[in-house]
């Protein structure tokens, strides 16, 4: 009923829009800043939905935002109030798609999410990852991920100076010593997640890792940050490289800290490599790797929804068979998930604290 109430509420909005858009009687600005500029509310003398050109400072316009990147649907019936609840919610998966389902699950009712895992972690583009605790990032683990998935990514770059590095003949980064202290270098990596996808097979993975409860911990990742932090330091000579992209990628569709991401070293070139000896005593600041997903959740009642509403448009939700339906692709379960897959399990165990 919920998504139901949403889809309704986007079919109303964009009659008023386009109202507004189109009335003769109302001046050209308020047509052109309308969908960004009003507030939404439900006017208690009818029930129906009332917008007004008078935003509040503190709106947030995430429902609103995604109103320009969905279609509306097709006219809803209204819910009759003196139908029972078992009627309505009836009336209501007869009256929506499995698109149009999906569609108001996707933003309206997904939550941003980001933590921080270990950094021995491997992260695959299209992957869903248990989101740790924040003082325990060891007990993140990926549970599911597709065969193929696009990805982009981006140089080495840095938080606080902004400052480029140079690119090295084979491949390598090279900042100079003093521009990085006391800052963060961070390489991104931006999947493609297949939303729809996920949605049509969410209770199919769950089911088969028999996971039941706290399922907004579980993400449909779109992007992670690989992090050096950079210590303070009294001295700071030479110059630090930075590893190639290409060496974080452990499979063509995996990726993970390689085993050397950055050295010092007083050569220009990068030649000579310091030891981490030799780096400690000419007073290197030390470094550490910090790895960061990003992506959506949604709550265990969203998941319950779509369960009910598969189950009454006679799928089998044990089964990917909607996702092959639609023609999205599959999901597979990740290698160190297996049933019975609980938040106590700590899957991976290994942390990486690099001193040079």
């Known amino acids: 009923m919920m998504v139901y109430i949403h889809a309704y509420y986007v079919g109303e909005w964009e009659q008023v829009c386009h109202y507004v858009e189109q009335s003769p009687h109302v001046c050209k600005s308020v ?3 309308f969908r960004n500029h009003s507030t939404v ?3 208690r003398s009818n029930g129906r939905l009332c917008a007004d050109f008078v935003p509040e400072p503190d709106f947030e316009n995430h429902a609103l935002d995604f109103f320009g990147t969905l279609s509306p649907p097709e006219s809803l019936p209204p819910i009759n109030p003196s139908l029972e609840a078992t009627s309505q919610e009836a009336a209501a998966i007869k009256s929506l798609t499995l698109l149009g389902y999906y569609g108001i699950c996707w933003l309206p009712l997904s ?3 980001s933590g921080s895992v270990s950094s021995a972690a491997t992260i695959s583009s299209g992957a869903v990852f248990l989101l ?4 325990q990032p060891e007990e993140g683990a990926e549970i599911a991920s597709l065969a193929k998935a696009e990805f982009a990514d981006s140089d080495w770059a840095l938080a606080k100076r902004r400052r480029s590095g140079m690119s090295m003949e084979n491949g390598w980064t090279r900042f100079n010593a003093k521009d990085v202290c006391n800052d963060t270098l961070t390489y991104t990596l931006e999947f493609t997640p297949e939303v729809y996808a996920w949605l049509t097979q969410a209770n199919h993975i769950f089911s088969r890792l028999q996971i039941t409860t706290n399922l907004e911990d579980y993400l449909l990742l779109h992007s992670v940050d690989f992090k050096i932090l950079i210590g303070s330091a009294t001295q700071t000579p030479g110059y630090l490289f930075l590893c190639p992209e290409e060496d974080f990628r452990a499979r063509p569709t995996s990726f993970r800290w390689p085993n ?3 050295y010092w070293s007083l ?7 310091l030891s981490r000896e030799e780096a400690i005593q000419l007073g290197c600041p030390y470094f550490q790797l910090t790895t960061q997903v990003h992506g959506w959740s949604w709550d265990t009642n969203v998941y319950a929804g779509l369960r009910q509403f598969h189950q009454a448009k006679g799928f089998d ?9 639609l023609g999205y692709p599959l ?12 938040h106590g399990e700590s899957v991976i165990s290994v942390k990486h604290f690099v001193s040079l």
């Open 260 to 262: 050397c991401p950055a």
């Open 31 to 33: 047509q052109e800043d």
């Open 111 to 113: 939550r941003p999410q």
């Open 267 to 273: 050569d220009s070139s990068g030649a000579e490599r």
């Open 331 to 342: 999901f597979r379960l990740s290698g160190d998930a297996s049933p019975p897959f609980s």
């Open 317 to 325: 939700l044990d089964s990917q068979d909607i996702a092959r339906h």
């Open 132 to 135: 740790p605790p924040k003082d």
């Open 41 to 43: 509310s439900i006017r």
